[in-house]
């Protein structure tokens, strides 16, 4: 018992590091301490007794740091990057992975990291929504509660995007 209270403290502090990282108006620093709130992700999980998840995590924090010392790579190299930190998590998720969680895991990280790299406008948004909606899955799979609190966080933050977005692209009716 004392390993899930552990666990789920320490997915509270990444889970409170994660929401004031992206709650910030200035970007400045945020993919480093992404990268910080990943890796105790990363502990989370391990503790949590999954170990792709807990892989994952590491290969996702070792993708942020990656891109924060290397934000002034060109477009194409930084695309080049992130095609491979996903296939080292998919093929690390495929190596330790021993269910349906993993599984999700996997599918989440790619859907998430290709929409990343990929989407615009509202595209980017369904597909980043999408990927959460697959993580949540994994989260309850595995009993990771912060986890589902930050997928389902994460969620409903991108729908009040789209939703803003939807009413922003309505044209205003004026009266003469």
């Known amino acids: 018992m004392l390993e899930l209270s552990l666990a789920n403290a320490i997915g509270v502090i990444a889970l409170t590091m994660t929401a004031v990282a992206l709650t910030r108006?200035?970007?400045h620093g945020l993919l480093l301490t992404l990268g910080a709130a990943v890796s105790l992700w990363a502990i989370h999980y391990g503790l949590l007794g999954s170990v792709s998840g807990f892989a994952v995590h590491v290969v996702a924090a070792t993708s942020l740091f990656v891109a924060h010392w290397t934000q002034s790579a060109t477009t194409g190299k930084r695309?080049?990057?992130g095609l491979s930190f996903s296939a080292l998590g998919v093929t690390v998720t495929w190596h330790f992975g021993t269910g349906l969680a993993d599984v999700l895991?996997?599918?989440?990280?790619?859907?998430i990291t290709m929409t990343q790299f990929n989407g615009n406008g509202n595209t980017l948004r369904i597909g980043f929504?999408?990927?959460?909606?697959?993580?949540?899955?994994?989260?309850?799979?595995?009993?990771?509660?912060?986890?589902?609190?930050?997928?389902a966080g994460n969620f409903g933050a991108g729908a009040i995007g789209l939703y803003r977005r939807h009413r922003a692209a309505k044209p205003c009716a004026l009266t003469t």
């Not at 895991?105 to 859907?111: E, K, N, P, R, S």
């Not at 929504?129 to 997928?151: D, K």
């Open 25 to 27: 108006t200035s970007n």
């Open 79 to 81: 695309a080049l990057m």
């Open 105 to 111: 895991a996997a599918v989440g990280c790619v859907i």
């Open 129 to 151: 929504m999408t990927g959460e909606l697959v993580l949540f899955g994994f989260a309850l799979l595995v009993g990771s509660l912060p986890g589902m609190i930050v997928t």
